[in-house]
Antibody
Framework: QVQLVQSGAEVKKPGASVKVSCKAS????????MHWVRQAPGQGLEWMGIINPNGGSTTYAQKLQGRVTMTRDTSTSTVYMELSSLRSEDTAVYYCARDGAGAKGWYFDYWGQGTLVTVSS | QSVLTQPPSVSEAPRQRVTISCSGG????????VNWYQQLPGKAPKVLIY???LLPSGVSDRFSGSKSGTSASLAISGLQSEDEADYYC???????????FGTGTKVTVL
């Protein structure tokens, strides 16, 4: 069974950066793109962007352009999401989610357990 | 504010059927596949329906999806207490050049 294991909870001050990891296992890492989705407390889901582990190309949500960076390490089958210039509105649970790699567009077939990032002074 | 609109909540008795609507436009639902996700309390979301009406392996056939024009629907038949969760529709939006989620619907089993 596919596994996506994320790093632990983080507490950051406004203006700082956070880097969340997502380690994939039990499938061919470079064959599936990975998305990041976040959810503020009591709110809905927000797509952040996607990274293709095969080459490292990325696409980010317009709202986060300039603040988010997604990278990958193929030697450890891990993807990373770094968010800079943190503000209180960035407090959320961050999920990695594998793309289903279907022919009719994106969908997320496996999800990580989530990482809570709290931004507070 | 999402471009995909869902009712905030629906409720029904056990063993009954509920339908959740997802209203969008030509830039999203009208021309792109719709997916549905279930999020149980305190858990990560899980794909329930993909590409409008396809059921992933392991998902109960009590769940079904449909689409017509710029709207999509998720139906849950034979409602069970374990179906109490938040449900989100989602699709690509060509105007926003990004993937968008619906506003979410909380299902309560009476």
């Amino acid at each position: 069974q596919v596994q996506l294991v994320q790093s632990g909870a983080e507490v950051k001050k406004p203006g700082a950066s956070v880097k969340v990891s997502c380690k994939a296992s039990r499938y061919t890492f470079t064959s599936y793109s990975m998305h990041w989705v976040r959810q503020a407390p009591g709110q809905g889901l927000e797509w952040m962007g996607i990274i293709n582990p095969n080459g490292g190309s990325t696409t980010y949500a317009q709202k986060l352009q300039g603040r988010v960076t997604m990278t990958r390490d193929t030697s450890t089958s891990t993807v990373y999401m770094e968010l800079s210039s943190l503000r209180s509105e960035d407090t959320a649970v961050y999920y990695c989610a594998r793309d289903g790699a279907g022919a009719k567009g994106w969908y997320f077939d496996y999800w990580g357990q989530g990482t809570l990032v709290t931004v507070s002074s | 504010q999402s471009v995909l609109t869902q009712p905030p909540s629906v409720s029904e008795a056990p063993r009954q059927r509920v339908t959740i609507s997802c209203s969008g436009g030509s830039s999203n639902i009208g021309n792109h596949a719709v997916n549905w996700y279930q999020q149980l309390p305190g858990k990560a979301p899980k794909v329930l329906i993909y590409y409008d009406d396809l059921l992933p392996s392991g998902v109960s056939d009590r769940f079904s999806g449909s689409k017509s024009g710029t709207s999509a629907s998720l139906a849950i038949s034979g409602l069970q207490s374990e179906d109490e969760a938040d449900y989100y529709c989602a699709a690509w939006d060509a105007s926003l050049n990004g993937y968008v989620f619906g506003t979410g619907t909380k299902v309560t089993v009476l």
